[in-house]
């Protein structure tokens, strides 16, 4: 019934749509879904799009196993974060996120061998502007109405992105959102907005770039930076003077199954704070916004098999329970440095005075 | 039996022609000469008389000059034909000829008793929907102020509005006046009205058809009723003597006051006596205060304590007025009591069919679903004839 | 509305008033027997009806439709699309340097490609870049292609995606089209979520002709078509043990906590004064028979956004009417929260793991609430 004889899908819709009229509705509905999603403010360059020249000589040198990253970290270390609130003047909060950038990518800084970074940190930037009236035509609300944004800037990834948010962007603002709903006090601010955007300057990659593509092409990546987000979320709020129940932190956790962790089995073992970049395969994975002073998730998110995770022998909780202990773990390992780093901006303004 | 999962396909089919059965016996039971005239009299629509039964939008009602046009209905300058707007029942006020339809919104009229909910709060008053097309309003003026009946409204019982009702409130209220676009103007200048607590709430079918089907801000309407289509039936509140009375449960449930707004939303709640009411935030209260007290227990937002008990029968009536809305039995106060005594005696026929043990017949018992509502349907439809 | 959706865009705030909600959560929460408004025990979901096949322009199609009225299609539709190898993938092909990414560099070919599987979902009201239904198409997406089987010896390997490869250079494209047919009265993810799955279980593709690595050509006979996901065969007579070997598509349940009770299926108003709100991702394993966990997702719980109650002790307009309070605020264990018995506090902070525990537990035990729900769909006649 169905012979495909053309390369491309879009020459394949067309030759559908000859054939047959229930082809028809399927397609055209398509091509709806498609304009629905371009930016009709801007002049667009032609869908396509083209790949960037990749020379030879650094694909060969790029590919050899020496230069992948590897984690050199234990499995329950985290990377260091650099955090510091306040550094936007206009908005009511603000909070700069930056995590440490792994060994290998530090050794490739420090003598450069291929044009291609071997893994890249997250850095963020996060702006809270409230709490401020809601616009006259908006309803009645009890609570503080929350807003979260969250947009890659288009350099963030090595594949660019568009300026219009697309459906991940979306997801990690709802994501966000449900967690810092969760914190904050609400109902002390009636009638009231607040607009929290972050924008992320250079996102966690999903995978090493050298791997084929398709490896795994879950978002893992995506994790990270919704545990970053959160953090940088949480302080900025703590600036802006937002009333919460506690610093918010962000962790995540992941199952990995590498060759060269458990030196002797490919046993999938639980990581705190995954970079993927360092990891061949990840089997699951994990981020919860953890409130430490209530011992509370507002937010989780997990996906992928856990089932399969070796944890240790005493050790009667089921993957996903192993996995969630990580990731609030982590969240903890966050929450000190969050802590920290609102005091420091308060002592340096009571200094100031 | 935790799960009821699925009547597939083929039973799909079978609830739809139960349903125009049900609907068929029930017309039958309303209007008997109607549906046996139906034909004949169509017959004679040319013969200059009126056509009395169902009529279709478009269709010509009478040629007869003698009449009036009334609700539902158009005529053409050029002739004297009444033509129908609406699909639905033809009725005759002495020589004034309308069209009730069978399905429409709540149209409000100057005394119903309703049941609204508070949308949105103005400077003044309320704005509250009341399942009409129109928001209906609620003055601050309409209301009893608290600390006395006689006292003169100020400008900070203005300020202070949303302390008397907020949004999303609900209110029993009555329709004190119909503006000329239809929407109403409600008070609850009596101690029987104001804000509801210690219940449930429901949305039904109101007076003259489906209002709830629409509406963006209702509860919740029909979680148990299998199938869509049936709550657009005849079914639904019907304006009666009584909207309110007081139930007395069975299972150790007590006392509870059902309201049935004739808008088609509907209150189930424990019995609130009004001195007891009064008597249970404060002691010994002087019976010359007590008009007081209850006056202003009317905007508490606190619920009292409630038995479990009690909430079980709450949700078993709330349960078998969704019954009587899937079948498209009307909703008063003899049909809701015959639905409750009904569901009683199914739950005993269904008690001795199954031995087994206590636990798993306990699970979902209180459900009234599928088999259990049709035999319902059809104890109620027995008893009210 | 529109502003309701802005403030709150994975869940809608319904109107309650603060006594409805009060009284909903003290019933729903009524330790081991709640009181659910339509009086479900809370495991039980509501009944629904079911069909598949109804649409004969696509590979497979669904419709259920619950007890509220509210109605869900899903279509799928399958193209056969040429897979794009990346440079480098042929560029270690050609040079045969890549010797330690064997496994990597198969896996495009054998493992497929999650964005092999396009899911768009539409609900009336909303627009398609919502929070709402991209929300949705994500979570249910992301447990599809995250499926993966680990059976060696079946079609699945690599569960949906691997299913999806034809040949090394030829894949099929999945389109699973969702519609919502009216607005939701509650949060429709459950609905969508059991209408796919049936969709996906009654999908067919064309059966391959072509060998290997040619071009692909299929038989025409639509009724040699094969399931996407294979059907148990009716010969086989030890039923269960058969059934279980095979790969089925997820189910996503939605779960709320309510006091120290879980419960299943809510509709709109249990949902509004949920302590949390979890969805969860839910997979038969193919190998051991029993259920598997896909996915976890918080969803914002609409109970942190609604009125609060006012405690009669401090209601402006009963003062001087009332006695000085003798409500003592009581200790809520669930939320940790002082709370006045029958006054509605909107909920705040978040959930404890061990509820979470609990409730994937419930969700994935033996015997338990996903078994019955995935059973009852493979009972569905799939025609």
Known sequence: MLRANSANTQDFRFWALDVSDNFVYLSTFHVKEIKMMADRRRINGPPGGTRPAVFASNLQSGTSATDRAQRQRQPSELRKIFLKTGLIPTASGSSYLEFEPSASLAAARANPKSLIPPSSALKLA?????????????????????????KYAPFAARQRKGHIRDSSERDLGVHLETALRGAIIAERWPKSGLDITITILEAEDDRWWGSAPDSHDASWGMMNVLAGCITAASAAIADAHIDCLDLVAGGVAAIVSDETTGASTGAPKLMLDTDPAEHRSILSACVVAYMPARDEITELWLKGDSSKASLENNDDRTGHEALIDGAVDAARGAHTVLAEAVRESLLRTVGQI | MGIIILPPVVEDIIPHHDESDDSMSVDSDEDV??????????????????????????????????????????????????????????????????????????????????????????????????????????????????????????????????????????????????????????????????????????????????????????????????????????????????????????????????????????????????????????????????EEMVSTSIYSSQNDVIAPQTRREIARLAQCIQVLVQGGVRVDEETVMGAYEASLQVDLEVGDDEDEDEETRHEGREYLEGAKSRRILELVVQHVK | MSNQRQASSASQVPHLSPAELSYLYTSLSLPKTPIRPDGRSPTQ????????????????????????????????????????????????????????????????????????????????????????????????????????????????????????????????????????????????????????????????????????????????????????????????????????????????????????NIIFDPNREEIAVADAVLAISITRDSEAGNLKLLSIRTVDPPSRLTPPGVPNSENVSMLGAVAPTEDVAVLNPATGEEEVPGVWRPRRGGVKRSVIAEMVKTALKKGGVGEEVLEGLEGVEVS
């Not at chain 3, 069909?51 to 509210?70: K, V």
């Open chain 2, 33 to 290: 000469e109607m549906s046996g005239v139906r034909a004949p009299k169509r017959a004679r629509i040319g013969n200059q008389t009126v056509s009395t039964g169902v009529v279709t939008p478009g269709e010509v009602v009478t040629d007869d000059p003698q009449w009036m046009r009334g609700h539902g209905t158009y005529m053409t300058p050029l002739s004297t034909s009444i033509i129908a707007t609406v699909a639905g029942t033809v009725h005759k006020t002495n020589k004034l000829l309308s069209v009730h339809p069978l399905r429409a919104r709540y149209t409000p009229e100057i005394g119903d008793l309703v049941i609204g909910r508070i949308v949105e709060v103005q400077s003044k008053r309320w704005k509250v929907d009341v399942a009409a097309p129109l928001l209906a309003q609620l003055p601050l003026s309409a209301i009893n102020l608290p600390g006395g009946i006689l006292r003169r409204r100020t400008s900070s019982d203005e300020l202070q509005i949303r302390t008397f009702f907020s949004e999303g409130d609900l209110v029993v209220a009555e329709v004190q006046s119909v503006h000329q676009d239809g929407s109403a103007s409600l008070h609850t200048r009596s101690l029987k009205y104001g804000k509801l607590r210690n219940g449930v709430f429901l949305a039904v079918t109101g007076t003259g058809g489906s209002g709830a089907s629409s509406s963006t801000t209702k509860g919740g309407v029909g979680d148990g009723s299998l199938r869509p289509g049936a709550s657009s039936g005849m079914g639904g509140v019907v304006r009666s003597r009584r909207q309110v009375w007081t139930v007395n449960t069975h299972n150790g449930g007590g006392e509870v006051d059902v309201i049935l707004g004739v808008n088609g939303y509907i209150w189930i709640s424990k019995h609130a006596d009004g001195a007891a009411a009064a008597s249970s935030t404060t002691e010994n209260v002087s019976i010359t205060r007590m």
């Open chain 1, 126 to 150: 996060c702006t809270v502007h409230g709490p401020k009236p809601l616009p006259r035509s908006a309803a009645f609300s009890p609570n503080l109405v929350l807003t979260t944004h969250v």
């Open chain 3, 45 to 260: 979901f509501r009944p629904l009806t079911a069909e598949t096949n109804i649409l004969p322009g696509t590979n497979g199609s669904a419709r259920i439709g619950f007890a509220d009225g509210t109605q869900a299609i899903v279509g799928v539709k399958a193209e056969v699309e040429k897979t794009v190898l990346s440079n480098e993938t042929l560029a270690r092909n050609d040079g045969g340097a890549g010797h330690e990414h064997g496994d990597q560099e198969g896996s495009a070919a054998v493992g497929g490609h999650g964005s092999w599987v396009q899911m768009s979902i539409e609900i009336p009201g909303f627009r398609d870049d919502d929070a709402l239904p991209v929300f949705l198409s994500e979570m249910m997406r992301e447990s599809l292609v995250g499926a993966v089987g680990t059976d060696e010896t079946s079609d699945m390997t690599g569960g949906l995606k691997g299913r999806l490869v034809i040949n090394k250079r030829w894949h099929w494209r999945l389109y699973i089209d969702v519609l919502l047919l009216s607005q939701p009265l509650a949060y429709p993810l459950p609905l969508l979520s059991l209408t796919t799955h049936l969709a996906l279980l009654s999908t067919k593709l064309p059966k391959l002709k072509s060998q290997g690595e040619e071009d692909p050509f299929f038989d025409d006979d639509w009724a040699v078509a094969e399931y996407l996901y294979p059907r148990p065969s009716l010969s086989s007579g030890g039923k269960k043990s058969a059934r279980s070997s095979f790969v089925r598509p997820p189910v996503t349940l939605l779960v709320i906590s309510v006091g120290d």
